[in-house]
């Protein structure tokens, strides 16, 4: 559910920082990440993939080849309040877009690519959250 996801985002969110300088992603491209969720902001710079890596690599969340660990996401998810409710979804969203750019060779174009996907997949599941929704989260993590 949306609320679930926010607990996600806002606890997810408090990685950016920590991949700021090595991922190249400026404050001006996104200063916040629960910013990811607007409507107007567009999931399509490469250094957007990068920052998701590094941060995704803080909770073990990828294997080897940089795609999703299935387990560690799902424990990930399910240890949110009513996280059962929606690890499940998580993974089986993130996959579908994992296999419609397997292709691609640059893996933060990928993981980027994999993020805007994933971003209006989970719309269409209503399982978005609104922005105002995580900021009222982010003081829990
Ligand atoms: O193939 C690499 C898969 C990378 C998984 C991350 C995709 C979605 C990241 C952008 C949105 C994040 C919102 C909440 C946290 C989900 C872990």
């Keep these: ?24 992603l400026s404050a001006e491209v996104l200063e916040e990440f629960q910013h990811f969720w607007r409507e ?6 490469r250094e957007l993939g990068c920052a998701i890596i590094c941060m995704s690599n803080k909770f073990s969340l990828l294997q080897d080849d940089t795609r999703m660990h299935h387990v560690n996401m799902h424990d990930y ?13 998580l993974v089986e969203l993130i996959h579908n ?3 419609q750019f397997d292709s691609m ?3 933060c174009e990928r993981v980027v690519k994999v993020a805007a996907c994933f971003k209006v ?13 995580i900021e009222a989260v982010m003081e829990k993590y």
């Design 1 to 24: 559910t949306a609320e679930v996801m926010s607990h996600v985002t806002a606890h997810f969110g408090k990685a950016l920082e920590e991949c700021r300088e090595e991922s190249g």
């Design 40 to 45: 107007d902001f567009e999931v399509v710079h």
């Design 77 to 89: 998810v399910k240890g949110f309040p009513n996280g059962h409710v929606l690890s499940e979804k």
């Design 97 to 99: 877009c994992e296999k």
């Design 105 to 107: 060779t640059d893996d």
């Design 121 to 133: 997949d989970a719309k269409a599941a209503g399982i978005a959250p609104e922005v105002a929704m």
